[in-house]
């Protein structure tokens, strides 16, 4: 069974820019969430997405989107880039909704933002 | 405030010992505590998931115990090898699906 993928495994822009990062669940599972991961902050929630709604939001300011498609697959969006946005941005897939159940990770896309 | 923290920050040891990292956490209300191995440029594996009624959780070398009076979790790595080389990280979910991380412990093993 194929795992979590995540597209594209390295970016750069500048900023002001805007980007899509794109997550691809385990096969059957339905509920997507998003993760930032910073030196400085570790590791920290940004959404959750289960039937194409999102369930559940991160503290992140609104330049921070997301969606689920009906296939399970998410994009996130991130707008008018900081340099603070300069991030490992990880995806998890469980079966279903909520955090009782096991998440896999992706392996990540690298964002940097000059 | 919701907080985890873990302890130490780093550790370095030989192969073949021992280790226990430790996890503190001020989560409320509590709903389950979860173990992660993250290697150098790789998405975080779990390694166990403990709710309130569960002290003890086994994954091969690992052992996570949790005392959910104390608030407290340990991890313990047994007869550790190279490939243990790794951050390690305690998260705590409340039951209003609130996600806290904790900073880490980064695990050194040498030969």
């Known amino acids: 069974k194929a795992g979590v993928t995540q597209t594209p495994r390295y970016l750069i822009k500048t900023r002001g820019q805007q980007v899509t990062l794109s997550c691809s669940p385990i096969s059957g599972h339905r509920s997507v969430s998003w993760y930032q991961q910073t030196p400085g902050q570790g590791l920290q929630f940004l959404f959750e997405?289960?039937?194409?709604?999102?369930?559940n939001k991160g503290n992140f300011p609104g330049r921070f989107s997301g969606r689920q498609f009906s296939n399970s697959r998410s994009e996130m969006n991130v707008s008018t880039l900081e340099l603070g946005d300069s991030a490992l941005y990880l995806c998890?897939?469980?079966?279903?909704?909520?955090?009782?159940?096991?998440?896999?990770f992706g392996p990540g896309t690298r964002l940097t933002v000059l | 405030k919701n907080q985890v923290e873990q302890s130490p920050q780093s550790l370095i040891i030989l192969e073949g010992k021992n280790c226990t990292l430790q996890?503190?956490?001020?989560?409320?209300?509590?709903?389950?505590l979860r173990w992660y191995k993250q290697d150098t440029g790789r998405g975080p594996v779990s390694l166990t998931i403990?709710?309130?009624?569960?002290n003890t959780k086994s994954n091969g070398r690992y052992t996570a115990t949790l005392d959910a009076d104390t608030k407290q979790s340990s991890l313990h790595i047994t007869a550790s090898q190279l490939s243990d080389s790794a951050s390690y990280i305690c998260?705590?979910?409340?039951?209003?699906?609130?996600?806290?991380f904790g900073p880490g412990t980064s695990l050194s093993v040498i030969p």
């Open positions: 998890a897939s469980s079966i279903t909704e909520g955090y009782d159940n096991e998440q896999f």
């Open positions: 996890c503190n956490y001020t989560v409320s209300p509590f709903s389950n």
């Open positions: 997405y289960f039937s194409e709604t999102q369930r």
């Open positions: 403990m709710t309130f009624s569960e």
């Open positions: 998260v705590v979910t409340t039951s209003y699906d609130k996600v806290i």
